[in-house]
C-alpha cells in the first residue's frame, strides 16, 4: 500500500523538522506551500521515495539527503529558488533519483540547463515531465566532453558562489525555539512596519530579538 503524509499547506513552516515522529511510515512526503529554504534535517527515511516541495523557497539542497533519503525515486520542487547549475551537484549521489522536476526555478532559464542535468544525473529517466530520449543523452555526453567540456563544467562550478559569512541564499539557521519567539513577536507585533521586519527575519533566518 502506498501511503502519502501530507502538511496542512499555508502553515508557512520555515525550515523541516521534527520528522522522526513519523517512523518511516510513508511512501510520499507532501511539503508543497511552505517557506522552506533549504532542503535539510531528514532523518532516515528508508521507505521515502517520493518528495513534494512544490512553492517554497528552497535555495540550497543539503548533502545530507544521500544518506539520509537512500531510495528517494522521485523530487519534485517546481517554484522554488534554485538558480545555480551547480545547485542539483549533490543529487549525482541520489542512486535510485528517476524523476526531478525544477519547474519553475531560475536554474531552469540557465543556458546548458537540460545537458547539464542529464550528464550530471545520468540516473534521471524523466527531467521536468518529460522522458530523457537517448538523442538527449548523446547531446548532454558531446556538449561536456573534452577539454571544452571541462571548461563549461569548470565555468559552471565557479558561477556558484557566494559570500563567506552570509551563508546560502534562503538557508534557515534559527532554533526551533528563536522561530517560535518570533512568530509570537508578531502576533504581539502593534504597527504593519513591525510585521514586515519580524517576518522578514523569519524568512531570511535572523534572529531580530537579541537586543529586545
Known amino acids: ?63 545530507s539527503i544521500v544518506e539520509q533519503l537512500i531510495h528517494l525515486r522521485s523530487l519534485v520542487l517546481t517554484n522554488n529558488h534554485l538558480k545555480h547549475l551547480a545547485d542539483i551537484d549533490v543529487l549525482a549521489e541520489c542512486k535510485e533519483l528517476h524523476s526531478l522536476v525544477l519547474v519553475d526555478n531560475d536554474i531552469t532559464k540557465k543556458r546548458h540547463y537540460k545537458n547539464y542535468c542529464i550528464y550530471k544525473l545520468p540516473q534521471l529517466k524523466y527531467l521536468d515531465f518529460q522522458k530523457i530520449k537517448t538523442a538527449d543523452r548523446d547531446a548532454a555526453k558531446k556538449a561536456f566532453a573534452g577539454k571544452a567540456g571541462e571548461r563549461l563544467n569548470a565555468e559552471i562550478q565557479a558561477a556558484r558562489t557566494f559570500v563567506p559569512g552570509e551563508g546560502m541564499p534562503g538557508e534557515n539557521r534559527l532554533t526551533e525555539e528563536q522561530i517560535n519567539e518570533i512568530k509570537a513577536a508578531i502576533n504581539k507585533a502593534t504597527t504593519i512596519d513591525e510585521v514586515n521586519r519580524l517576518e522578514k527575519a523569519l524568512k531570511a533566518g535572523q534572529y531580530p530579538l537579541a537586543d529586545k
Open 1 to 63: 500500500m502506498h501511503i502519502i503524509l501530507g502538511f496542512t499547506p499555508g502553515n508557512r513552516i520555515p525550515l523541516i523538522e521534527n520528522l522522526g515522529s513519523t517512523e518511516d511510515q510513508f511512501d510520499t512526503l507532501n511539503l508543497c506551500d511552505n517557506e522552506i529554504g533549504k532542503l535539510d534535517n531528514f532523518p532516515k527515511l528508508m521507505r521515502l521515495k517520493t518528495l513534494l516541495c512544490c512553492n517554497n523557497r528552497i535555495a540550497r539542497i543539503d548533502a
